[in-house]
């Protein structure tokens, strides 16, 4: 015997707004911050041949730095920004340190999010 029954999906609008909401905000920045981080990685290992653990160690240190340079003006944080490329030239290694400069960048956001709930 068949079963013939349409499984129907529906879609709740206000779940959804709901999930999005501000008071979301800092889980889903850290959850994205995750996400980029691990896929960050996996880019500098595969695409860059950088060893796992200097790939794993550059992104804990870019969170670390994030977080402790969280409360300072807007323009330091570009100073840090062109500092990562600078040693990034240096190092012969411009896109791995650019990743990682955009990891420093994510969690700034998160910070920032974090910190305004």
Not at 8 to 33: E, I
Not at 49 to 64: F, K, P, R, S, Y
Not at 90 to 103: E, G, R
Request: hydrophobic share 65%; aromatic share 12%; charged share 10%.
């Amino acid at each position: 015997m068949e079963n013939n029954k349409k499984v129907s999906v529906s879609f709740n609008k206000k779940a959804v707004k709901a999930f999005f909401s501000k008071d979301n905000m800092p889980m889903l920045f850290l959850v994205g911050l995750a996400v980029f981080t691990v896929v960050a990685v996996v880019v500098s290992i595969m695409a860059f041949h950088i060893g796992v653990v200097i790939a794993c160690i550059m992104a804990v240190l870019e969170a670390a730095l994030a977080a402790c340079l969280n409360r300072i003006p807007i323009w330091v944080h570009g100073l840090v920004f062109i500092s990562q490329i600078v040693c990034g030239i240096i190092a012969s290694q411009v896109p791995f340190m650019l990743i990682m400069a955009l990891i420093y960048i994510f969690a700034i956001a998160f910070l920032y999010v974090w910190s305004n709930k």
